[in-house]
Each structure stands twice: as C-alpha cells, then as structure tokens.
C-alpha cells in the first residue's frame, strides 16, 4: 500500500517570501502526483498536476518530482495571506486509487 | 469541460439515522468513483473505489453493511452512510475519472446530532 508523508506540518511564512513544502513517497511507480489546496476543511482545488521527473510550473505554483528519491516538493512563489490553506499532497496509484498526504497547514502572515 | 457535481453540500442526521449523497459526473464518462471521507483534523480516507465492470471494493475499516454505493452508469453514482453515529461526521468527497485525470466534486459535509 502506498504510504504519504508530508512535511512540515505546519509553516509560517511571510507574504512575499517563498514558500517550500515537501511529500515523500513509498512507491515510485505510481501514475501521477498532484498537490491541492483546501480552504477552511472545504473541497479541494488542484493546483498542479506532474507525471514526469523535473519541474511543472502552473502560474506560482512549481512541483518538483523525482521519482528515484520517492520525492515529490511544491513552491509557492509570491505567497498571499489568502494562499493561507491546507496544502495536499496525493500520489495516483496505478490502481485507479488517489492517496492522500496528511497535509501542511501554510500560514502566510501580512 | 469535466466537472463533479455532489449533493447535497451539507446535511444534517440525526445518530442511528442514514443519509444518502449523490455524485454526479458531466462532461465525461465515470468509468471509476472513488468515496473518501475527511473526517474532523484528519486527511482523505479512501471508502471505496467503484469502477464500471468490476466488483466495488471497500477499503480497510469500510464495509458495504455500513456504506453501501450504487454505480448505475456512467456519469453518476451514490453512497448511503447507514446507521450514522458521531464518528461518520465529516466531509465526504467523490473523485471521479473517465481517463488518466480525477475529478473531484465539492464533497457533502455530514453532521450528526
């Protein structure tokens, strides 16, 4: 069974001041790794989605996968007070299943 | 574009009743649901993965006598939270897929009094 790490699990950045978090996986075989955010315990919001080693750039945010270190980190550039949210990270499985990390809780301070 | 509609959003049971969501997908075929729950302080727990010709398989610590699920067709499929107590309150979300991307809906939050 794949297994989800997240880390921190909680961060305190300044608005502005880029913002790192992290995800290890058990499995590198799986489909696709995506990182969302949730709102105040609401739905969810993709904000990128990687399949293959390197980098993805969706506007602020990056992801940066390397399936050889069971690693997948995402970036957030120019954090906002309002990027202040639930951080998933999740591992698609071949098994049609979606994992999820337990999440890092971002506070972005004005 | 591919869109997850579930309802209700939010709903409220009274413990030891039962509360049926709905999922519905549009703008593409489900060929797989997948039912997770966030329960309060937690993250998503897989319920169970249903896809199109295949037997719906519960997760550990999930039973069909306790969340029964319905796949009728390809763009909608419900779960009923049976006999719901304290501990099934939370967020419940539906993730559908028709390819290699998921979808997933807003999700239905249960509270149980």
């Known amino acids: 069974q794949q297994k989800v790490q997240q880390s921190p699990e909680s961060l305190t950045v300044s608005e502005g001041a880029m913002a790192s978090l992290n995800c290890t996986f058990s499995d590198g075989t799986s489909n696709n790794f995506r990182w969302y955010r949730q709102h105040s315990a609401k739905g969810l919001e993709v904000l990128v989605s990687?399949?293959?080693?390197g980098e993805k750039e969706e506007g602020r945010f990056t992801a940066h996968l390397n399936r050889a270190n069971l690693h997948v980190s995402l970036h957030i550039r120019e954090p906002q007070p309002s990027d202040s949210a639930v951080y998933l990270c999740?591992?698609?499985?071949?098994?049609?299943?979606?994992?999820f990390g337990k999440g890092t809780h971002l506070h972005v301070l004005p | 574009g591919a869109l997850v509609y579930q309802y209700p959003r939010r709903t409220i049971c009274k413990s030891g009743t039962s509360m049926r969501m709905e999922c519905q997908a549009v703008g593409f075929q489900a060929t797989s649901v997948a039912w997770y729950r966030q329960s309060p302080q937690k993250t998503f727990e897989l319920i169970a993965l249903?896809?199109?010709?295949?037997?719906?398989?519960?997760e550990q610590n999930f039973t069909q006598e306790k969340f029964p699920i319905s796949h009728p067709n390809l763009s909608f499929s419900s779960m009923t939270v049976l006999n719901a107590y304290l501990e099934d309150r939370g967020l419940y979300l539906c993730?559908?897929?028709?390819?290699?991307?998921?979808?997933f809906g807003k999700g239905t939050r249960l509270t149980v009094v």
């Open positions: 999740a591992i698609d499985t071949n098994a049609y299943k979606v994992i």
């Open positions: 993730g559908a897929r028709g390819g290699p991307e998921v979808f």
């Open positions: 990687i399949f293959s080693d």
């Open positions: 249903s896809t199109v010709n295949s037997a719906i398989k519960y």
